[in-house]
Structure formats: C-alpha cells, structure tokens
C-alpha cells in the first residue's frame, strides 16, 4: 500500500500543465468502440480509472492501442463480447458507459449492476428509465443488467433528476437509435458537451449539449475520427484551492477558464486574486482567507467534485463556514480526518459547519475517496509538521503525477510504501 508523506508549510509557487479531464474521457473512450473505423484519442489523463477502462475495452474484444501515455487508437470492429465482466465494474464504475455504447451500436449489452460506493448510494434508474423508453428490454439477471432490443426508436425522455451519466449513456444509445431523441433535464456539464462533441465527430447529430435540452437525431452507422479530451475542471480546481490554502502563487496552465468559473468566484470570495488567460488561470492568496458558505450543485453550480477542496481551504480561513452537499449523501467522510488534524469542523445532515482555524498540525489519516484524498493532501500541504496520507489508491484513480506536479510547485511531498521510508522522510526533513 502506498502513502503520500508530506512536510507542509510551504507556499505553492509557480506553473502547473492540467491533464485531459478524467471524466470525459471515461465516456469518450466506451463512446469509441461504436464504430468498426479507427478512432485516434488525444489529450487522455494517465490515471488509473482510464487504464482499468481501457482493459474493459479490450477484454470484450476491441484493438486497444496506446500510442503514448495521452494518446490512444481504439478500433471496435473485432468486439466479440458484448458482456462485460464484474471485475472491471468494480474498479470503476463509469464502465456503465459500455451499456450505452454497445447497445446502441449492437442492441444487446451486459454490464454488471454497480454496487454503492464511498461517496454514497449512486442508483442508476435513470439510465435505465432512458434505455427503456428507446426500446430496450432492460432486465436485472443475475446481478447484472440485461439491455437488448430488436431495434432502438427515438424518444422524449425526461430526467427525473439532473445526472451526468444517465445523460452521457442515454446520448449514446440514442445516437444511434432510429428517429428523434429529446432528453429533457440534461446534465450540463462540460464532459457532457465534449462527449456531445466527439460523438458528432463521428458522424451523430446531437444538438443543444450544455443547455438542458438535448435533441438527438439518430444515424445508422457512426465513423473514424480524432478527437482531443477538454482539460480537467476537477484537477484544476485542485490546484486551484491547494495555492490559496497555503498561501501560494500558481498559474494552471491548459484549463477552459469559462469551466472554472463556479471555483474561480468563490476562491474570490474568500480572498484570493484570481486572474484569468485565453487558457490558463492564475491565484494568488496573499492575505489571510475569510469565510463563505458554499452548496453543491449540478454545473454551472459548485462541483460536488470541488466539494472538500473548498471545505479543507475554509478550514484556514477566519470565521465560520457552512458547506453543503445537495449531490451525494456520502461526502464528508474526510471530516474526522480533518479534525485529526486541528481543524475545527462539524458535520450535520447534508451540511458541514467549519469553524476556521490559525492553523492545522501534520498527522496521519486516510483517503476516503478520490476528491477527498485530494483534500487531505492539500490540507497536509498547509499543515505544520509532517502529514501521512494513507489509501492513496484513491487519489490515484484521478489524478496524473499528483506528487510530481505538486513538487514542480514547491512542495515537499513524496510517494512511499514502507514505514521505513516514512521514517527516512521525517529524519530528512526534520
Ligand atoms: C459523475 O458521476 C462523475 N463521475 C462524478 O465524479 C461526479 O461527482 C458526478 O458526476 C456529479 O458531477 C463520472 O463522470 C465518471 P450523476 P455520476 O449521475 O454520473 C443521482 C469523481 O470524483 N442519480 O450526475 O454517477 C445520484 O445519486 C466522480 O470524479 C439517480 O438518482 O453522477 C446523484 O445524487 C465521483 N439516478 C445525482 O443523481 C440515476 O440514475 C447526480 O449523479 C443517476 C443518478
């Protein structure tokens, strides 16, 4: 089991290059096997979620090329199982997005049924509601579901709450469904609209991505294409509130800043000086952080992915704050972490009450979750003394080269996997 340790207390000072955004790509790529052309993926992270996804791809039978660490070719027309196996699903939940794909392009898919996870209960009714009212016979076999259809048609599907993937899954499968397609309360997110995007590039005429209506006109056949993923808004962000909770100076550079607009208000908000480029942003947090109150929402609101960066920063900042998660009920499970670190913060129902702090201590504790993980880090980073981060796996689902980027900015942060080298680190630094 790897660990972070990490010696806080320095400001973060510099520039730092974003990688292509995590959860677009997870779509994307399912999205490429609906074609038997060749498809040419660029700008992909090099994270754990996308390599366990990329496995899945190729385990149903599809060519699986990596041509560097951020570029992949994917060809689809020698797919001969359209079953997905548990052990891909259990990794990673997004591999769901194989649902979609494959039974748009085949009208059969087998994918096992996600279980909940550590974020909270993620039912996936929706998607399920969306591939129903397309003409599927939608069953639960044997803890998996069973989508098949003789043909798919268009339909007017209305979203009983607003979700990413049901929205994403849905678009597939109808881009290549017979007739018109109308998804109302679409998610508006912006790896909605690259997915909208890269899918037009193969041919679909998907129309409205980033507005709550998305209209889709089914085609038969979907063809080759080479497409770039967006950056990454959650990496970024996290960058973002790591220079403002420890007082730093950082430019994050290949970032859509129209994206980051939910994170850039609050960090000014709470005192920082955001300044914005064609592709980069840059903050500074030179004087003492105040207080906000900040709720999750679905984009344009507050990420609930951006949730914890902002809760670990407002634990530095003077007077209280009120944090409230609307998307998932699971999210605070960083908040005895934080405590362990001398923060002062108090979970109740859906809402945490942060009574800003002077400062937090190094200590160990655990990563919960990916974003939480990073939240952790980012609080070690800004803590006195020594901070162990245990679980790393998590972080490391999400995040490309966290420890390199982060030292490239003044850090001191390391990737260690014995107590012994915690050891050596704690003596190196003193
Ligand atoms: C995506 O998850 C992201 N994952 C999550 O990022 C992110 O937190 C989330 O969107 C919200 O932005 C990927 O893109 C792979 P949802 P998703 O469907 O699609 C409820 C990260 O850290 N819901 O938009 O699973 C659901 O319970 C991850 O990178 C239903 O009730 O999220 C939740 O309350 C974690 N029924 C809300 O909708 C459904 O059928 C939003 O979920 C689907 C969702």
């Given at each position: 089991m790897e660990q972070y340790v990490i010696k806080g207390g320095n400001p973060l000072v510099g520039e730092v290059d974003i990688a292509g955004a995590k959860n677009a790509a997870l779509a994307i790529l399912s999205a490429a096997?609906?074609?038997?052309e060749t498809i040419l993926i660029e700008n992909?992270?090099?994270?754990r979620d996308i390599n366990v996804l990329l496995e899945a791809i190729a385990e149903i039978g599809a060519q699986v090329e990596r041509v560097d660490k951020s570029t992949v070719k994917i060809n689809g027309?020698?797919?001969?199982?359209l079953s997905v196996d548990y052990e891909f699903i259990k990794k990673i939940?997004?591999?769901?997005y194989l649902l979609g794909a494959l039974l748009g392009k085949y009208k059969h898919a087998e994918v096992p049924l996600p279980g909940g996870c550590n974020i909270g209960s993620r039912p996936i009714d929706q998607h399920l509601k969306g591939f129903r009212a397309l003409g599927a016979e939608v069953d639960i076999r044997h803890g998996a579901i069973v989508a098949k259809a003789e043909n798919l048609h268009g339909s007017h599907i209305f979203l009983d709450v607003v979700s990413v993937g049901a929205t994403i899954n849905i678009m597939m499968a109808a881009s290549m469904a017979a007739g018109r397609t109308i998804i109302e309360n679409a998610a508006r997110e912006p790896h909605v609209v690259d997915v909208a995007n890269f899918l037009n590039s193969m041919g679909a005429n998907i129309k409205g991505?980033?507005?709550d209506v998305i209209r889709i006109r089914g085609v038969e056949k979907l063809h080759r294409t080479e497409y770039s993923i967006i950056p990454d808004q959650i990496e970024a962000g996290t960058f973002m509130f790591a220079a403002a909770a420890t007082g730093g100076d950082v430019t994050v550079r290949n970032v859509i800043p129209k994206h980051l607009e939910a994170t850039t208000a609050k960090l000014e908000e709470i005192g920082c000086e955001v300044e914005e480029f064609d592709d980069a942003v840059r903050v500074r947090a030179p004087h003492k952080l105040h207080r906000t109150h900040v709720k999750t929402l679905p984009?344009?609101?507050?990420p609930t992915d951006m949730q914890p960066q902002i809760a670990v920063t407002l634990a530095l900042a003077e007077g209280t704050s009120i944090v409230t998660e609307s998307?998932?009920?699971?999210?605070?499970?960083?908040a005895d972490e934080l405590s362990r670190m001398g923060a002062n913060i108090k979970v109740e129902g859906n809402s945490a009450i942060i009574d800003g702090v002077k400062k937090l201590t190094g200590a160990r504790v655990s990563a919960p979750d990916l974003r939480a993980g990073a939240a952790l880090v980012i609080a070690g980073l800004a803590a006195e003394g020594v901070t162990v981060v245990d679980d790393i796996v998590y972080i490391q689902?999400?995040?490309?080269?966290f420890e390199e980027k982060l030292r490239s900015l003044g850090a001191e942060i390391e990737r260690v996997s014995s107590e012994k080298e915690i050891q050596k680190f704690r003596l190196r630094v003193g």
């Open positions: 096997i609906m074609t038997d992909l992270p090099d994270v027309s020698t797919i001969g199982n939940r997004a591999s769901y991505a980033g507005t984009y344009p609101g507050y998307i998932f009920e699971n999210r605070f499970k960083y689902r999400g995040y490309e080269n």
